[in-house]
């Protein structure tokens, strides 16, 4: 009885109060992982798709309840064909191989970036998920595809654009540019994680992150386990945020 109370009380003595509730990951170095073992990089894709499963099971435990993985940017089509359509049929298959798992677990999965370049195929899979997740409320899963910041600000200008010529707003304001972006009714991530070693953010939701805590791990991702993301979780919940003020 006395050890369950203690058990019980554990994750808020470590701290899990002032925890990052909205984490977003830039997924990379699937490439040099697969490479350095001499394989090809769609290998290294592969292994980072489990991971995905993986940090997504472990997020909730962990005090997460808003995770936004970078899959795919705007500036990824650059890659060769191959790559690219690996990546789609990666896409696709953890769509419907995760389904059943993530409506039974309470997972709402959506997405972010510009379908519209996407295959007619998996739009309708990311479709077909969002609705079929749509009530649940465990863990609110957003993963980027075909996404990139400043696309995401040009089309939400141009929505912004058609509400002022309507009448419907005189001066916009934060909130009304907030409210266009892909991203609108999602919170602000509180952290922002990249994995690889870069330190850069690749055009990853640069309006919504705007104050986030960043941390940059020279993990690859095929190689990030929960245990690290929680390490990180713990670490991080120190940081004293102030948004300006004194
Ligand atoms: C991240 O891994 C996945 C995508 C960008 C799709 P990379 O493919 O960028 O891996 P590295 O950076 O080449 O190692
Ligand atoms: C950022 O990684 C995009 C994703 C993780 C999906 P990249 O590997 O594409 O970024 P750069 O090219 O190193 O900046
Ligand atoms: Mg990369």
Redesign the pocket.
């Known amino acids: 009885m006395a050890a369950e109370a203690v058990m019980a009380c554990a994750p808020l003595a470590g701290g899990t109060v002032a925890r990052a509730r909205h984490v977003a990951i830039i997924m ?2 699937n ?1 040099r992982w697969a490479t350095e073992r001499g394989w090809p990089r769609l290998v290294g894709h592969r292994r980072g798709a489990q991971r995905v499963k993986e940090i997504v099971r472990a997020a909730p435990d962990l005090g997460v309840d808003w995770l936004t993985l970078y899959a795919f940017s705007t500036e990824n089509w650059k890659r060769s064909t191959e790559e690219v359509l690996g990546l789609m049929a990666i896409f696709a298959r953890y769509i419907r191989r995760e389904a059943a798992a993530m409506s039974a677990e309470g997972v709402r999965l959506r997405f972010i970036g510009e379908r519209a370049r996407l295959d007619d195929k998996l739009q309708s899979l990311m479709s077909g998920i969002e609705a079929r997740t749509a009530s649940n409320t465990r863990l609110n899963l957003t993963v980027a595809i075909n996404y990139g910041g400043r696309d995401e600000l040009a089309r939400a200008a141009a929505r912004l654009a058609a509400r002022i010529a309507s009448g419907e707003i005189a001066r916009p304001t934060e909130a009304d540019l907030a409210a266009c972006l892909d991203t609108a009714g999602h919170p602000d991530p509180d952290l922002v994680i990249r994995t ?1 070693g870069e330190t850069r953010i690749s055009n990853f939701l640069p309006f919504q992150a705007a104050y986030s805590e960043y941390e940059f791990t020279p993990v690859l991702w095929p190689d990030f386990s929960p245990a690290h993301l929680a390490e990180i979780l713990e670490r991080t919940s120190q940081r004293q945020r102030r948004f300006g003020a004194a």
Do not use: A, L, Q, R
């Open positions: 990379d170095g490439g690889s």
